[in-house]
């Protein structure tokens, strides 16, 4: 059964939360300035406490300092607020601890002796390496009761096997109920309004299957390199980094049978049947629908920028791939025979998250041939760098010259544009908040991540078994040539929206 928070005052969060790897880049750029966004909104209890936890040796003020260094950095000049930047740093306590070591965690018990009548959450930010060690010294040193949930970030291991030893860790000590495995793409307003719009609008609903969309397209592009994460970046790659972390989530979204209704679990049952269902590639798949890239010195932003191989500490023999194009399939009824592109990668000419579903042609076309190439509706559903969904619709030209000719525009909801007033939250203040309710339907269950990893490991080892090297592409391109190739073949192209 899932513990929900005590309220307090109208029904605000009221929790502990203790913050392992407090002085981390992920602590310092997300999660301290989404919890003191959800402060600003007045969403925390008076009570709630907040402990950072770290191996740095640093007094209260001067970790209260850096904090307040942090959030001057990440959170726009017009949000910040005196009053409710001093309310925040004063919930805040620091210990320095050896994670790895059961003696210093007496200090976090008797931290919480002050705030037992409330639950604790405890965050992860730290290497997936460590969360077993943790989870053991917490629960040995007595910190921990019924209550108590955990935060933990994807990926979770390397592969199926490590996954699954991690996750044994993290569950000798929290049931699944309290466990609380993030993706932060799960937490922006774009997913959940994809829920919304399927499951809401007829228009939509009755229209989401193999009948009428002819294929979908997920591209999700960075711009930056590896960013002094060589160590960890050349182990894993593009395909376990971001395929079997993001892309699969969006696949399953997009993918998935309407829930019996919005718990957790419904919602979660769902996406687990997809995962089931993804094709697998047989060898001659791998050659034609899978396409692995590594970027070369070229230009970004009219900057030049080094080669995958010569970055800072790189290993010069590397096969590590940087870029995934890949098409494959869900087999079941409501997808049978419609192709999923899915395409990710460093160094990319911009920073662009989206997904397209192209609706199948009319049967019967009336108007100009030379114009049969628009007559399909798309949906275009942006996740960054502005969050929105447009549908493009055709209509026809205005003009007295222009007779029947037809023009391709977009219905268009862009949030920021569509709710002026409204600040979009980031991914981490929504997930933070859900987690505080104690709610679980926007993290991921284990079986989720076992059929995932089980999925890219059977590719990995089908790449390993080939045996080849990664094709080339210019930073500032769109990938290889031959993931163009991959889609052209089926008489398709890449959605470019510049």
């Not at 275009?380 to 391709?408: F, H, N, W």
């Not at 991540?449 to 590719?459: G, Q």
């Amino acid at each position: 059964m899932s513990h929900h928070t005590r309220s307090g005052q109208g029904g605000r969060a009221d929790i502990d939360l203790a913050l392992f790897g407090a002085l981390g880049d992920l602590s310092q750029r997300k999660l301290f300035p989404a919890l003191y966004q959800l402060d600003r909104e007045g969403l925390l209890d008076n009570r709630t406490r907040l402990l950072g936890l770290a191996r740095q040796e640093l007094d209260i003020d001067g970790f209260k300092a850096k904090v307040e260094a942090a959030l001057k950095t990440y959170v726009k000049a017009e949000e910040q607020d005196r009053a409710a930047l001093k309310r925040f740093l004063a919930r805040l306590d620091y210990r320095q601890l050896d994670f790895t070591s059961v003696e210093g965690y007496a200090a976090i018990r008797d931290w919480r002796q002050e705030g037992l009548e409330r639950p604790m959450v405890v965050y992860l930010a730290v290497g997936a390496s460590l969360y077993g060690d943790i989870c053991r010294h917490l629960e040995a040193s007595g910190s921990l009761d019924e209550a108590s949930r955990v935060v933990v970030e994807k990926p979770i291991g390397f592969d199926l096997d490590s996954s699954n030893e991690i996750n044994d860790a993290i569950g000798a000590v929290f049931p699944e109920s309290r466990t609380y495995r993030i993706d932060h793409y799960l937490g922006k307003e774009t997913v959940q309004n994809l829920i919304a719009m399927r499951f809401a609008n007829p228009l939509f609903g009755t229209q989401w299957n193999q009948n009428h969309i002819s294929h979908v397209e997920i591209t999700v592009a960075e711009q930056v390199g590896i960013e002094g994460r060589w160590g960890y970046f050349d182990q894993a790659g593009q395909l376990r980094d971001m395929v079997q972390n993001h892309l699969l989530q969006l696949v399953c979204l997009i993918a998935m049978d309407p829930p019996a209704n919005l718990d957790a679990d419904a919602i979660r049952d769902e996406k687990v049947k997809v995962l089931k269902a993804l094709r697998p590639f047989t060898d001659d798949m791998l050659g034609r629908d899978v396409v692995r890239g590594q970027y070369v010195a070229g230009t970004i932003n009219g900057k030049s920028v080094p080669g995958y191989l010569e970055e800072e500490g790189a290993n010069t023999e590397s096969h590590t791939e940087s870029f995934v194009a890949m098409k494959t399939g869900v087999e079941n009824w409501r997808w049978a025979g419609v192709p999923f592109y899915l395409r990710t990668g460093k160094r990319m000419p911009e920073k662009l998250s989206q997904i397209v579903i192209h609706f199948r042609q009319q049967p019967h076309y009336i108007f100009d041939p030379d114009q049969r190439g628009l007559a399909a509706n798309k949906l275009v559903i942006r996740l960054q760098p502005e969050e929105g969904i447009a549908l493009e619709v055709l209509t026809k030209d205005s003009g007295l010259d222009k007779g029947m000719r037809l023009r391709r525009g977009p219905l268009h909801l862009d949030f920021n544009s569509a709710f002026p007033k409204s600040r979009i939250p980031d991914a981490y203040e929504r997930l933070l908040l859900e987690v505080m309710k104690g709610q679980q339907y926007l993290f991921v269950r284990r079986d989720e991540v076992e059929h995932a990893w089980r999925w890219c490991d059977s590719l990995i080892a089908a790449w390993e078994d080939r045996d080849e090297a990664p094709r080339r592409y210019p930073a500032g391109s769109w990938g290889p040539v031959a993931s163009i190739a991959m889609i052209t073949q089926d008489g398709r192209s890449w959605y470019e929206d510049y």
